[in-house]
């Protein structure tokens, strides 16, 4: 069934990609060997293969929050200033609830909620808060505030705090992945520091100025053309002055293909500038190349990029119960897939998993498992456009 739009479908397509490729990032938390005790980054123990599929994924977060911010823009062309607030500012907290109570509960389903992770979700909710503020300043400013926060959030990086005083869970917060612990049976990890993810979603927001109805769409390639190459070139400039740009510079390792691993690891938590250019850049170029290509597969990942928070809930859980289902039928206690903070502690895990070529089986299983919902619950949101619910999922 062909959905009737006016929406500009590369969009959709990128965020669509994004969302097939973070399955693969979770498909390996859940089943590759070592997964809950490991870095694929540490090029101490990793192999080109695993650190590729691990750096591949960075492009997700990055691309998710920054089209938060676009689609923030677009939506509030058809809308006043306050009607774009009170959407911003209730979708946020709506997506800080969930994060809190359905994501937590979906990644590890432990009912006593002894781990509270803040991740993806959270960024994304919390943003959007703050984006509800920011959007009454002009579109100058706006640019000025996302590129001072990206540009200018790793000067912070010698900030550290420790313990749990209020001043220093705030900095958890905003600029430090820590995880804070409230009693022996109850913690909070806080890994997205939310400062640089609101210059992110800020940029995005801007860039949907070239999205708007009426724009000229030579004048946008051209634009999309220019920063992407210019965001690529400067994250290549930056790495190799090795200066600035990046929490841990690169260093050069024993082996030729080790200095290059060390090259490309970039700072993910919170994201560095290196992180977000070399992960921006490419996506506006993915922008410029697919912006007037439709065929059968960016049909396919069109259908991911229409229903992107249903999408994300629905393939945890997927994922998990999988996991759940092979530790039952392959050896294992399947019950250490609820992951409590004892699982975590004692270690059970340490030695649980399958290889990679496993890992890639199971995700494009998954995947194709996936489609038909998320096609079926796209065309039911194109034909309810009355229901306003619905933009909250």
Same mark, same amino acid.
């Given at each position: 069934?062909?959905?009737?739009?006016?929406?500009?479908?590369?969009?959709?397509?990128?965020?669509?990609?994004?969302?097939?490729?973070?399955?693969?990032?979770?498909?390996?938390?859940?089943?590759?060997?070592?997964?809950?005790?490991?870095?694929?980054?540490?090029?101490?123990?990793?192999?080109?293969?695993? %650190?590729?599929?691990?750096?591949?994924?960075?492009?997700?977060?990055?691309?998710?929050?920054?089209?938060?911010?676009?689609?923030?823009?677009?939506?509030?062309?058809?809308?006043?200033?306050?009607?774009?607030?009170?959407?911003?500012?209730?979708?946020?907290?709506?997506?800080?609830?969930?994060?809190?109570?359905?994501?937590?509960?979906?990644?590890?389903?432990?009912?006593? %909620?002894?781990?509270?992770?803040?991740? =993806?979700?959270?960024?994304?909710?919390?943003?959007?808060?703050?984006?509800?503020?920011?959007?009454?300043?002009?579109?100058?400013?706006?640019?000025?505030?996302? =590129?001072?926060?990206?540009?200018?959030?790793?000067?912070?990086?010698?900030? /550290?705090?420790?313990?749990?005083?209020?001043?220093?869970?705030?900095?958890?917060?905003?600029?430090?992945?820590?995880? /804070?612990?409230?009693?022996?049976?109850?913690?909070?990890?806080?890994?997205?520091?939310?400062?640089?993810?609101?210059?992110?979603?800020?940029?995005?927001?801007?860039?949907?100025?070239?999205?708007?109805?009426?724009?000229?769409?030579?004048?946008?390639?051209?634009?999309?053309?220019?920063?992407?190459?210019?965001?690529?070139?400067?994250?290549?400039?930056?790495?190799?002055?090795?200066?600035?740009?990046?929490?841990? &510079?690169?260093?050069?390792?024993?082996?030729?293909?080790?200095?290059?691993?060390?090259?490309?690891?970039?700072?993910?938590?919170? &994201?560095?500038?290196?992180?977000?250019?070399?992960?921006?850049?490419?996506?506006?170029?993915?922008?410029?190349?697919?912006?007037?290509?439709?065929?059968? /597969?960016?049909?396919?990942?069109?259908?991911?990029?229409?229903? &992107?928070?249903?999408?994300?809930?629905?393939?945890?859980? =997927?994922?998990?119960?999988?996991?759940?289902?092979?530790?039952?039928?392959?050896?294992?206690?399947?019950?250490?897939?609820?992951?409590?903070?004892? =699982?975590?502690?004692?270690?059970?895990?340490?030695?649980?998993?399958?290889?990679?070529? /496993?890992?890639?089986?199971?995700?494009?299983?998954?995947?194709?498992?996936?489609?038909? &919902?998320?096609?079926?619950?796209?065309?039911?949101?194109?034909?309810?456009?009355?229901?306003?619910?619905?933009?909250?999922?």
């Amino acid at each position: 069934m062909e959905i009737k739009t006016n929406r500009i479908e590369s969009i959709d397509i990128l965020r669509g990609v994004a969302m097939v490729l973070m399955a693969l990032d979770h498909v390996r938390d859940y089943f590759h060997y070592g997964s809950f005790f490991s870095d694929p980054t540490n090029l101490e123990t990793t192999t080109p293969f695993l %650190f590729f599929t691990r750096f591949i994924t960075h492009y997700c977060a990055p691309v998710f929050v920054f089209l938060a911010g676009t689609s923030a823009f677009l939506y509030g062309t058809k809308r006043t200033k306050p009607k774009l607030f009170k959407f911003l500012i209730t979708r946020g907290f709506w997506l800080i609830l969930l994060e809190i109570t359905l994501n937590n509960l979906l990644w590890k389903f432990d009912i006593t %909620f002894s781990r509270i992770i803040l991740q =993806v979700i959270w960024a994304i909710g919390l943003s959007m808060v703050s984006l509800s503020f920011l959007i009454y300043l002009s579109r100058k400013t706006l640019l000025i505030i996302g =590129v001072i926060i990206v540009a200018g959030h790793n000067l912070l990086d010698g900030i /550290v705090m420790q313990g749990n005083s209020f001043q220093s869970i705030i900095w958890y917060i905003l600029h430090q992945a820590n995880i /804070v612990t409230v009693s022996n049976n109850f913690d909070i990890g806080i890994f997205y520091p939310i400062l640089p993810w609101i210059g992110l979603m800020t940029l995005g927001y801007s860039l949907g100025y070239l999205y708007q109805k009426g724009f000229d769409s030579g004048i946008r390639k051209k634009w999309l053309l220019h920063l992407g190459i210019g965001a690529i070139l400067l994250f290549f400039i930056l790495r190799s002055i090795n200066i600035y740009g990046d929490l841990v &510079p690169w260093t050069v390792q024993d082996t030729n293909t080790k200095t290059i691993l060390s090259f490309f690891k970039v700072s993910k938590y919170p &994201p560095s500038l290196a992180y977000i250019l070399v992960t921006i850049g490419p996506s506006l170029l993915f922008l410029y190349v697919f912006e007037n290509i439709k065929n059968k /597969v960016t049909d396919f990942f069109l259908i991911f990029g229409r229903v &992107p928070f249903f999408y994300y809930f629905l393939h945890i859980l =997927v994922i998990h119960v999988f996991a759940m289902i092979g530790m039952a039928i392959f050896g294992g206690n399947w019950q250490d897939m609820i992951l409590t903070k004892d =699982v975590f502690s004692s270690g059970r895990l340490i030695n649980y998993g399958y290889s990679l070529f /496993v890992v890639y089986a199971v995700w494009v299983g998954i995947i194709s498992l996936l489609y038909f &919902p998320c096609r079926k619950y796209m065309i039911y949101k194109a034909n309810n456009k009355d229901k306003w619910w619905l933009s909250y999922l």
